[in-house]
Nanobody, 125 residues
Framework: QVQLVESGGGLVQAGGSLRLSCAAS????????MGWFRQAPGKEREFVAG??????YYPDSVKGRFTISRDNAKNTVYLQMNGLKPEDTAVYYC????????????????????WGQGTQVTVSS
């Protein structure tokens, strides 16, 4: 079992920044693929950042504004969000995938094994 706990959400004005953290349990955290997703009311869960053996990757919707990073010594993955827009308002979730393959990228929620409880991010205009 892997437990994920997100923190760092809150209310921010448009153009502002937030840094989300996700602390993970498990002794082999460094081998996990990690991802960040978000879900706005009435919408499907959306991939916003991933980190696999090749490093970070992003969808075009957030590229250049969001940065995912990880500290394996602290079993923590981060999501730095800059230039926030009202449309970034959502509950943000981190996710872990235990079995990963070299050269593979994981963009859908179905490809991840464990999820955190989510943290609310609200961007005011």
């Amino acid at each position: 079992q892997v437990q994920l706990v997100e923190s760092g959400g809150g209310l921010v004005q448009a153009g502002g920044s937030l840094r989300l953290s996700c602390a993970a349990s498990g002794r082999t955290f460094s081998s996990y693929a990690m991802g960040w997703f978000r879900q706005a009311p009435g919408k499907e869960r959306e991939f916003v950042a991933g980190f696999n053996w090749s490093g970070p990757y992003y969808p075009d919707s957030v590229k250049g504004r969001f940065t995912i990073s990880r500290d394996n010594a602290k079993n923590t993955v981060y999501l730095q969000m800059n230039g926030l827009k009202p449309e970034d308002t959502a509950v943000y979730y981190c996710a872990a995938r235990l079995k990963i393959y070299s050269g593979s990228y994981y963009y859908t929620e179905y490809e991840y094994d464990y999820w955190g409880q989510g943290t609310q991010v609200t961007v005011s205009s």
